[in-house]
């Protein structure tokens, strides 16, 4: 986790990841009779973040890649924390990404009563018991990784004692947390999870699948690895904390399978981005605790938040090609993400004209009641995108950081005396200022330059700076949300104590008053990504109403992933 991975992830000659090559080896190996199926095996607890969105592109894109399947499951082994709410989302967001299951729709609850039978089994065959201890007691007695565990004294029940309270277990005889099933293996084994592993425990809350059938529930190690048997997965790829739980992964597969077909666990980093976190628990925290406002803020790393914030599919998926699948724990610049919607919505986004924060420029020797109408590119990256018509007049909207009264010497914006371009119009000179009581600016006043009209003979002349405007008779109010990083420091996910500390407190501004120009004002919608010149990338909001425009800033121009490079 200390690491920070500066470069992109190497693969080989091929362009296929480690875990693609060992698919890859398998495949040629003809295992499994040549086949591919992998799975995608979200729990409905929450809502998807950028990190699953690394896990289900490596299990749908391999899927791809090699002409296999990829399955979606849910996991959903515990009723106490999950909801249909999620499992709508989940499918919405993975859709969004651009992949879906086809008719490959499962559900880990499916297997209740196939797993149920083989615990009896093996009860039956005195590989699994009844304990009737305390959690706090079977933890105290798992020993260490350097001391061997102490048996339970429920260990060696005879099997048909097993057999009747594992029933009665189900049949909501006892309460929770009053005896589980483990599988009886190895109390000394130099893995942990191989000391007795619980199989089942005992849940009252009704499943919002299966009702009350089921009073008892699966373990994750004991449900994982057999519902990816039941479903002929052939490769279940998942992050590197299931490392020390393979062994007990392919131990209960081995009850299952056979040499034709046997699935097989493959681990890569997860994937941790700075100045978020990415633990499901506290972004759960963040939402219930009212401190963003809900799983789709834009500040949330979750697919429904990068999605309102501006962030494109191709983005999300360009990042998570950069980065890589490694076998190393690692933390991923932020800036690096921003690079990649950067580099997309230059070739994609409309340029429009929009003022954040303006103040008003007179132009003095422009008649009033003249209009012109100035031509503007809708992307210069792709001339086919055409141009936009854009009308001007006497009074304008520029930025207010844009004028300085008394510059320092390398302000090339306007600023007393001084001549700047307005963008696809003229060149204008500023003559004077007028203040209020507070001394704050009202007006900017200039003269134009009428032989210096864009794309018109004279229009050579240079000066160094150009703005960009918005006429103020035809200019629309909108609010525009402009964005912080959540945290305020790197890595808040490795913190020690209350992560919401360290929640920055201006990650979030809202202006009202923005001037936006009127041929965007006549095709605002929501999720339509724009260029503000010189500003930045935005997104139309949901919020957004006919009356009422709502941007979210994506990011500024700037690329800030070099600077963090060197960091
Ligand atoms: P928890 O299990 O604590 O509820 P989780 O984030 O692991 O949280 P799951 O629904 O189990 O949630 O995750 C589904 C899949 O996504 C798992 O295979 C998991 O390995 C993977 N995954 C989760 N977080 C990340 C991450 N940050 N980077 C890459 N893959 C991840
Ligand atoms: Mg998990």
Not at 3 to 31: H, M, P, T, Y
Not at 284 to 290: F, I, R, S
Not at 328 to 347: G, M, Q, T, W
Request: charged residues 30%; contains cysteine; glycine residues 6%.
């Amino acid at each position: 986790m200390e690491e920070i991975i500066k470069e992109e992830e190497s693969v080989n000659e091929s362009g296929l990841n480690f875990v693609e090559q060992e698919i890859a080896a398998d495949l040629a190996a003809g295992k499994n009779g040549g086949r591919l199926n992998t799975r995608f095996p979200p729990e409905p607890n929450g809502y998807l973040h950028i990190g699953h969105a690394k896990a289900f592109i490596m299990d749908f894109g391999a899927a791809e890649k090699f002409g296999g399947t990829c399955n979606l499951r849910f996991d959903d082994t515990n009723p106490q924390k999950e909801d249909m709410e999620y499992v709508n989302a989940i499918m919405e967001d993975i859709h969004w990404l651009g992949y879906d299951w086809g008719d490959r729709l499962y559900y880990a609850s499916d297997y209740f009563p196939r797993l149920y039978d083989l615990a009896v089994r093996l009860i039956k065959e005195g590989k699994a018991y009844v304990d009737e201890q305390s959690s706090e007691e079977i933890a105290r007695q798992k020993g260490t990784p350097t001391q061997p565990g102490t048996a339970s004294p429920y260990r060696d029940r005879p099997i048909e004692e097993n057999l009747d309270l594992f029933e009665r277990m189900n049949k909501g005889e006892f309460d929770e947390g009053s005896m589980v099933l483990r599988a009886k293996i190895d109390m000394a084994s130099d893995n942990m999870h191989f000391r007795d592993p619980i199989m089942y425990r005992i849940i009252k809350t009704p499943h919002w699948r299966t009702g009350e059938t089921w009073k008892v529930y699966p373990m994750y190690d004991f449900a994982h690895g057999q519902s990816d048997y039941f479903e002929g997965v052939t490769h279940s790829i998942c992050t590197l904390e299931f490392v020390p739980h393979r062994p007990l992964y392919e131990h209960f597969v081995k009850e299952l399978a056979d040499e034709t077909y046997c699935p097989r666990q493959i681990e890569f980093n997860r994937l941790n981005l700075t100045y978020t976190v990415m633990s499901k628990r506290k972004l759960l925290q963040l939402v219930k605790e009212g401190l963003v406002n809900g799983w789709d803020d834009p500040r949330m790393p979750t697919l429904k938040g990068l999605r309102r914030r501006g962030y494109t599919p191709s983005s999300i998926k360009d990042f998570v090609n950069r980065i890589g699948y490694t076998r190393y724990e690692a933390l991923n610049h932020i800036e690096l993400l921003e690079h990649s919607v950067r580099e997309d919505l230059n070739k994609t986004a409309t340029r429009v004209s929009v003022i954040q924060n303006p103040v008003k420029l007179i132009l003095d020797n422009y008649p009033e009641d003249k209009t012109e109408t100035m031509v503007m590119d809708n992307n210069p990256e792709n001339p086919a995108e055409g141009t936009h018509e854009m009308p001007f007049s006497r009074e304008l909207w520029i930025e207010r950081e844009d004028f300085m009264e008394n510059p320092p010497k390398k302000f090339f914006r306007l600023s007393p005396d001084k001549e700047v371009r307005l963008k696809g119009a003229y060149i204008i000179k500023c003559t004077g200022v007028v203040k209020d009581e507070n001394g704050e600016i009202t007006e900017i006043h200039a003269t134009y330059d009428p032989d210096t009209r864009s794309g018109l003979p004279g229009a050579d002349r240079k000066v160094k700076g150009t703005l960009h405007w918005v006429s103020v008779p035809t200019a629309t109010d909108a609010e525009i949300r402009d964005y912080d990083r959540l945290f305020s420091i790197e890595n808040p996910g490795a913190f020690d104590g209350d992560f919401r500390e360290l929640i920055n407190p201006d990650s979030l501004k809202v202006r009202h008053n923005a001037k936006i120009e009127p041929w965007l004002a006549g095709r605002i919608q929501a999720g339509d990504h724009y260029q503000f010149q010189r500003l930045g990338y935005y997104v139309v909001d949901p919020d957004t109403t006919p009356e009422h425009p709502v941007f979210n800033k994506t990011v500024g121009l700037k690329d800030s992933w070099a600077k963090a490079m060197k960091k």
